[in-house]
């Protein structure tokens, strides 16, 4: 027992939980992004699979790492725009199109990597980001090796938390988005495009689901495999309502998350077998499922959510 | 009217033959209007005459389909809110267009400034909305959240959006609907003091004590149609009354009502809340031969009383006692049962089934009986005749029994539930906003057939937010508020003032309620 508690005592196991977070938190801040903004994006499990895909195969070619990153956000935005079109003027079941976005996105990548490389029988690799320690912060005892000694895609991670913060609070266009996803009519009466705002949103929040299914091809592994994002983005729709629609809140989910994730995997390891590891891989799960129950049952939701802005005609 | 201005009358929005429809419908037939500075306009009409299409129209929210719209001289271009923002028009919509989880300040902001700009001018928005609210009556905090508002404050909100964009000419679509008597007076106190300071006033509505009291002219919209316009000092109530409805207005003559034994007692009920409030210790007594109106503003606690008589909500505590009896279980199966007619407060969403046909849905609280079965299978034939009783009876405009609910009129709609309700001649009848939406001659329709069954003997409950409607039916006035029920009041006791405070509140005893 004293086994199962000293592992939440070791660095290596934090700096695990970060890194199996930041994917999540970038998923989590794009759904939360368009929930906000009244749509829900079911596609985000096969728009971070095609921003996996199209990340990795950028460097692969011989891009910049950076690159690849801006590709996968380009690729994520492009099916963040099919998804608006669809859901936004001509106001298609949310439900509907999303799960067709992620059936979309997930097979037409397999059939790319497939014609792409048709040959290949391991996974290529390529070289991806490396960790990296900031001056200074990564001294501070305890927090600065967990949280100040990663790859630089999760300090993007961290900065896109207080990005998304900062514009939904602070800024103009920060407040036309959280007015479109309570009130639309509110947005429009203003003289505001309620149509270029929520498509606007989908597609930001599109971006960075791509981002985050890359941030395994090119951060967490080198190479990409068939079913690699395996229901993180579904995950990431939960955190966002057990984080009720707020950034700051996500974030914690993300990380809570990502630890029992971690902590499972250690736990694993020290029962050696006694117990069937599909236990521990569900433990994740459940407990996420009991603090949503706990949680989310008095989160105010967006008014908005789900329901297409018809304008004019009666 | 201004005067500090050279010219007196500077015509500051001109609208020239707009027409609009819809489908088959037309909604405006080629309109004409102006406005000038410093003037409230009044636009007069029944729900259907096309007032609010013309204001959507003017606003950008529809394009016309033909006409002009002249701002200040320059014309506006059409189905564009952002350029109807720009040239100063301010709208306030019946269905208010706030964003409820965010700031008082952060609505009135909203597209005020750039989009993409890292500031958001809070100190200095707050300050201009701070002047804005001291100059002109409309007192709120800016930092408040619109959910913790009050209806009469939400409006306010709407009103500053518009003034905080240097509105010149605005537009109030039916606002004093959701208004206690007080509120109105504070709006129309804002109003003066607008029109004091240069602004234009377009004011829609269909109350003409309303529109004696705040208004410079009168347009009176019919049918889509230009009814005619009057200098509202010039025109009597009774002229505009028949602009607006096209003949004579009907008037239901009511007599005095002769009480006679309590057929319905609600005896110390709480209830759980079903979007408004709950009700809490509620006692009250409906008498046959009698008319009970109960006033309030929407949301306190209308909707579980009407689902509790109708036995749709359960009780959480007390009695409901019927023809003296304790109710063991009330259900709407037992409502029926011992003669209950109901007239529900939405008619689309639990009144009728608009895709299904008139006769399916007038025997849909009776089909069990034997009237409408044989060897227990629906007897059709017996169900057309009643629907056709029904059509001929209540003078419902429809093709046949065979008519999907949904084509017909609110007005025909609310005919056909009537005679549902009051096939039988129940002796407890709940009618929940029996009239609204509806148009007069639908109005005065629905009225007469509740006296005539208060003259009969049966005991109703006439459940309304409009005080008018309470005033003239009911021989004895409940308030609600929050949930619980002031004393009971006699006809003509209380004034619409003193009725007012008691919709705020004011005067309720805490604890326990009492009517008899």
């Known amino acids: 027992m004293n086994e199962a508690l000293e592992i939440l005592f070791t660095a290596s196991f934090w700096v695990a939980a970060i890194r199996i977070a930041s994917p999540l938190i970038f998923a989590t801040m794009g759904e939360l992004i368009c929930e906000r903004a009244g749509v829900l994006n079911l596609g985000i499990e096969g728009i971070m699979v095609a921003g996996a895909f199209t990340g990795w195969f950028t460097v692969y070619m011989g891009g910049d790492l950076w690159t690849g990153v801006l590709v996968a956000a380009l690729t994520g935005a492009m099916f963040g725009l099919l998804h608006g079109f669809l859901t936004v003027p001509l106001g298609l079941s949310q439900h509907v199109t999303g799960i067709g976005i992620t059936l979309l996105a997930s097979s037409l990548t397999y059939f790319t990597y497939r014609i792409l490389l048709p040959e290949v029988s391991s996974p290529p690799k390529i070289e991806p980001f490396q960790p990296f320690a900031v001056p200074v912060l990564s001294d501070i005892p305890v927090l600065g090796p967990t949280l100040f000694n990663q790859t630089p895609l999760t300090y993007l991670a961290y900065f896109t938390v207080a990005a998304v913060a900062f514009v939904f609070y602070r800024t103009p ?15 429009e009466a203003q003289g505001i495009s309620v149509t270029a705002v929520r498509i606007g949103a989908v597609m930001v929040g ?97 008014k908005a959510l789900m329901i297409p802005y018809q304008k004019g005609e009666r | 009217m201004d005067a500090n201005n050279g010219q007196e009358a500077e015509a500051v929005l001109r609208l020239t033959g707009i027409t609009k ?64 923002l720009a040239a100063g028009i301010g709208m306030v919509h019946q269905h208010f267009t706030l964003a409820d989880q965010m700031t008082v300040l952060e609505n009135i902001v909203l597209g005020t400034q750039p989009l993409w700009s890292f500031n958001l001018g809070k100190g200095a928005a ?73 602004l234009s006033v377009i004011f829609i509505s269909h109350k003409l004590g309303e529109v004696q009291s705040v208004s410079d002219r009168v347009v009176v919209l019919r049918g889509g149609k230009l009814a005619g316009e009057r200098k509202t000092a010039d025109a009597t109530r009774r002229e505009l009354a028949e602009l607006m409805v096209g003949g004579q207005l009907p008037v239901n003559e009511i007599g005095p009502s002769s009480p006679r034994e309590c057929l319905f007692e609600l005896k110390g009920i709480s209830t759980r809340s079903l979007g408004g409030a709950a009700l809490r210790q509620v006692s009250m007594q409906l008498r046959g031969g009698e008319i009970t109106g109960l006033a309030g503003i929407s949301g306190n606690g209308q909707a579980a009383l009407a689902a509790l008589i109708s036995g749709t909500l359960e009780p959480v505590e007390g009695e409901i006692i019927v023809h003296g009896e304790k109710v063991e279980r009330w259900s709407p199966g037992a409502a029926l049962e011992r003669g209950l007619g109901r007239i529900p407060e939405d008619r689309h969403a639990t009144g009728m089934i608009g895709d299904m046909s ?61 005679g549902r309700a009051l096939d039988g001649d129940p002796d407890i009848i709940l009618a929940s906003q029996p009239t609204r939406g509806l148009d007069v001659g639908a109005v005065a329709y629905v009225h007469a057939r509740l006296i005539e069954a208060r003259d009969r003997g049966a005991a109703v409950l006439l459940i309304s937010e409009d005080l008018d409607e309470i005033q003239t039916l009911s021989d004895r006035i409940l308030v609600i508020h929050r949930g619980q029920l002031s004393r009971p009041s006699l006809r003509g006791e209380l004034s619409v003032m003193e009725l007012g405070e008691l919709m705020a509140g004011h005067g309720h005893d805490e604890g326990a309620s009492h009517a008899a």
């Open chain 2, 358 to 418: 008139v006769a399916e849905n007038v025997i849909s609280e009776a089909y069990r009986s034997s009237r409408f079965s044989r060897f227990g299978f629906l007897d059709w034939k017996a169900a057309a005749t009643f629907a056709n009783d029904i059509i001929k009876a209540y003078d419902v405009k429809c093709p046949s029994p065979d008519a999907r609910v949904r084509l017909l009129s609110g007005g025909n709609m609310q005919k056909l539930i009537l």
């Open chain 2, 21 to 84: 429809r819809f489908g088959p419908l037309v909604a405006n037939d080629a309109i004409s209007l102006s406005l000038k500075r410093g003037e409230v306009v009044a636009l007069l009409g029944e729900n259907g005459a096309g007032k609010t299409t013309l204001m959507n129209i003017l606003f950008g929210h529809y394009t016309a389909d033909e006409g002009d719209i002249e701002v200040f001289g320059k014309t506006l271009p059409p189905g564009d809110p952002h350029a109807a």
């Open chain 1, 173 to 187: 266009v920060g407040v036309a988005v959280r007015a479109v996803g309570e009130n639309p009519s509110a947005v």
């Open chain 2, 126 to 198: 707050r300050e201009k909305i701070r002047r804005l609210a001291a100059d002109y009556g409309l007192e709120v905090d800016p930092d408040r959240m619109i959910t913790e508002l009050s209806v009469g404050e939400r409006q306010r909100v709407e009103i500053l959006k518009a003034l905080y964009r240097e509105a010149r000419i605005l537009i109030l679509d039916e606002p004093t609907a959701v208004l206690t008597p007080m509120e109105t007076e504070a709006l129309f106190a804002t109003l003066a003091k607008l029109v004091a300071a240069g």
């Open chain 1, 206 to 302: 599109s971006a960075l689901m791509a981002i985050g299914g890359a941030f395994l091809t090119m951060s967490a592994f080198n190479s990409f495999f068939f079913e690699m994002i395996n229901g993180r983005g579904w995950i990431a729709i939960a955190l966002v309502v057990f984080g009720s629609w707020r950034p700051g809140k996500a974030l914690i989910g993300a990380i809570l998350f990502a630890a029992f994730d971690a902590y499972q995997v250690r736990l694993q390891q020290i029962t050696g077998g006694v117990i069937p590891y599909q236990i521990f891989l569900m433990m994740p799960f459940v407990l996420s499922i009991v603090a949503l129950v706990v949680v989310a049952r008095r989160a105010t939701y967006p």
